[in-house]
């Protein structure tokens, strides 16, 4: 008899996985990453759901998931088997928006926890219309699971009748594939005119794909094609590897017509007794649970590796978007400091300025030209720099992701921020200008408006500004000029370093808010491997 591993060092592994499952992202829009998430949200829910509670404690009931595409007639087969109308059921549809357990007493202990199914809220209250009490007890039924005890359910046996998997409401499908991915033994539902849909078979493959415990029931049947019906269907089981999967076939009833009334208890009989002794029987209740868990076990070795893959696509479309940010800039920075020592600051109405020193123009007003004129030049690489990167970016499917494809309107301009940092040299020139003079030992005074003015049109100017030079040092002696030349030229580069590297981090900001790293797809694999050693 196979039996389960509940071993510590297993379940400690499996947690392990579960967590990097878990931190995995895949935020960029490529083409693999709409499964690779769907892959993940049904991995995680599969791990949470069922096989890490499951493992912890085999003991806990045997959960039966009925599941099935819009009016297979899941919630009147859930009533008929507990022989009460527990589920609510009828010709609107989707019928069933809330997720409805049924249990034994004994059992209930197990399911109003957290145990499985973490993320629904539990609701339980005295039997009325099932409609109206969760009217009263939830605002938002899709995230709630009720609860329902019956004596006519034997312990150790619980049935969830989960929403249509074909719902027209995005939630209820996403919430009824987390139900089948959290069952011991899957019952899918379909009817004589629908059991060829996609659905369905979508469902039954992967039951397959998972080596799940698994059930197929053919309702609503009518007697006149009971057999040709049966028959058809399960040549496409056999056909589909799905031969060996047990077969109920529920016929057409008057019950049966409306989805509102109870069927006949032996129309469901042998359904019921099966699952009786699934739960009932030792033997076979281990076997249900060993297949349907080490079948999701066995699905890692594909499944974790899929999403490594994902990730790994992921990073390397991140480092290309980084990469034209890094080479734009990297150029545009480049080109700015050559542009520098080729005097390129010293132009227009600088250079006007500069020519009327001092005679039409005060230092002051030289200095505002010239860092007018520097700002602009950076300005103008940072512009560059940006519509270099958009032109990459726009061959990368990568960067239509949100955050990326747009600007945030509400940051402050590439002039704005460009403009501070070369206010600031300024200031920081000036002030070591004021010091410079401060410490000449002369009997004439010198304006330091006028110093920082010559050095900083002797450092921006080139060629056309070696007057400039031969001013300053006239005025505070060549020592002293080539000192504050020097301090004058390792501020503008540390101040355009900074600004460079600030747009360059500004561009990059709402990518590496994306939280892509190369530590997932590693992860992914350590963690895969670790528990297939453990196991």
Not at 16 to 31: E, H, I, S, T
């Amino acid at each position: 008899m196979v039996t389960l591993d509940v071993r510590p060092q297993l379940l400690d592994t499996l947690s392990a996985l579960r967590d990097r499952v878990a931190a995995a992202r895949f935020p960029l829009p490529l083409a693999g990453a709409p499964r690779a998430r769907a892959n993940r949200d049904e991995l995680l829910a599969q791990l949470d759901d069922y096989l890490v509670p499951r493992l912890r404690q085999p003991e806990a009931p045997l959960l039966v998931v009925v599941g099935g595409s819009t009016g297979a007639g899941k919630s009147t087969l859930v009533n008929s088997l507990v022989g009460r109308r527990v589920s609510e059921a009828g010709v609107l549809r989707p019928t069933t928006r809330t997720p409805v357990l049924v249990c034994h007493p004994e059992d209930h202990h197990w399911f109003s926890g957290m145990r499985v199914l973490p993320d629904l809220t539990r609701v339980w209250a005295p039997q009325q219309d099932p409609g109206e009490d969760l009217l009263l007890l939830s605002e938002d039924p899709a995230r709630v699971l009720r609860i329902e005890t019956v004596e006519s359910l034997p312990p150790g046996l619980a049935l969830l009748d989960a929403p249509d998997v074909d719902s027209l409401i995005a939630d209820n499908r996403v919430l009824a594939a987390q139900l089948i991915c959290a069952a011991d033994i899957w019952v899918m539902v379909t009817t004589a005119a629908r059991y060829a849909d996609a659905v369905p078979w979508h469902l039954l493959r992967t039951a397959k794909e998972y080596d799940a415990t698994l059930v197929t029931v053919l309702d609503r049947v009518p007697h006149q094609v009971v057999s040709e019906v049966s028959r058809q269907y399960g040549a496409l089981l056999t056909k589909a590897g799905l031969g060996d999967v047990p077969r109920f076939t529920v016929p057409e009833l008057p019950e049966s017509a409306w989805g509102g009334g109870l069927l006949p208890a032996t129309a469901v009989a042998p359904l019921r007794t099966w699952l009786v002794q699934r739960a009932q029987d030792p033997g076979t209740r281990q076997h249900a649970m060993a297949r349907t868990a080490y079948g999701v076990l066995d699905s890692l070795k594909a499944r974790v590796p899929e999403l490594a893959g994902a990730a790994a696509a992921q990073y390397a479309a991140a480092l290309r978007l980084t990469a034209a940010v890094d080479g734009a800039y990297d150029s545009e920075h480049t080109r700015v400091r050559g542009r520098l020592q080729a005097g390129a600051v010293l132009s227009g109405g600088a250079l006007r300025r500069w020519r009327a020193f001092p005679l039409d123009c005060t230092a002051g007003e030289l200095l505002d030209a010239l860092v007018e004129s520097l700002a602009s030049l950076v300005v103008c690489a940072v512009t560059a720099a940006d519509e270099r990167i958009d032109d990459a970016w726009r061959r990368e499917p990568a960067a239509g992701a949100p955050g990326l494809a747009e600007r945030d309107p509400s940051q402050e301009s590439a002039e704005h921020r460009v403009g501070l940092g070369v206010r600031r040299w300024r200031r920081e020139l000036e002030e070591y200008a004021e010091e410079q003079v401060r410490e000449l030992d002369r009997g004439a005074a010198t304006d330091p408006e006028i110093v920082a003015a010559l050095v900083a049109t002797a450092l921006l100017g080139g060629r056309r500004a070696r007057s400039a030079g031969e001013g300053l040092a006239e005025r505070i002696g060549a020592q002293s000029a080539l000192r504050l030349g020097e301090r004058a030229g390792q501020l503008l580069t540390e101040h355009l370093d900074r600004v460079m590297h600030t747009e360059r981090e500004r561009r990059l900001a709402p990518l590496d808010a994306l939280d892509v790293h190369p530590e997932y797809q590693a992860e992914l694999i350590a963690a895969l491997s670790v528990l297939q050693k453990e196991r």
